[in-house]
């Protein structure tokens, strides 16, 4: 048996019933694209947060548009080092002349060019840790400040892979920085290097860090220093007295 309509029941199809439901999906469809651009960001890993060359929070750190980190007052006497932070003899460089090298800037006393290069990453377990650790560097170079970055680069070379084998992620590079002091701008950098354009920098950076010192001595080799275009014998215990006498 069927059952008959009852006549008193209506759909009702409003035209503002069905501008409600538009309104209602639209919502939906924004929140969705909301989400998957947090998502998006977070899986980037901050791209907000980027190295940009020339642009420095210290008045006495330059990042040149080849990556050379430049610290000190101009016009004073100017060293040139070439290093690479998987490579063991500067690791000892730094612990021998570091702290010097360090105070003489601050004091203005010395002016000096950092060139780091990465050809010791083959030595590295994931074989891109001397780029990583250059990308790293250069966050603090143009987010920090001068007392930092030595504090910073210490602790690198201080925690330097051993025999140039093993490796240190972005975040634990991140993490030592913090150690020494950074700021949350310059750990964020660090952590995100592998997503916010550090690492590409870096290796462009080491390229022409590995150019610039064979045109200098004729052969790539770190550490490597120069001084008015001469090549520096650092195993002289008083190298660095003489420049800045």
Known sequence: MNAKPNKNTKVLQTNKNNGMLIT??????????????????????????????????????????????????????????????????????????????????????????YHNLDFQNPGSTSGEYSTRAIAAIQCVAAKDSLPVFFDVKNVYYANQPAGGAGDLSAQELADLAESAGANADTVECISNVETNGGMDK??????????????ATGQVSTPTVLFEGEQVEFSNPTWLNEIIA
Do not use: Y
């Open 24 to 113: 209602v999906i639209a919502l939906i469809a924004v929140a969705v694209i909301v989400l998957g651009g947090v998502i998006w960001m977070a899986q980037r890993g901050g791209e907000a947060n980027p190295i940009t060359f020339g642009e420095t929070q210290d008045e006495l750190i330059e990042i040149t548009d080849t990556g050379v980190v430049v610290l000190g007052e101009a016009g004073a006497p100017t060293i040139q080092i070439w290093e690479d932070f998987n490579c063991p003899g500067c690791g000892s460089f730094e612990m021998q002349n570091g702290e010097q090298i360090a105070t003489a800037v601050e004091a203005g006393d010395l002016r000096v060019e």
């Open 202 to 215: 870096a290796s462009d950076t080491a390229k022409n860090a590995q150019n610039s010192v064979r045109e």
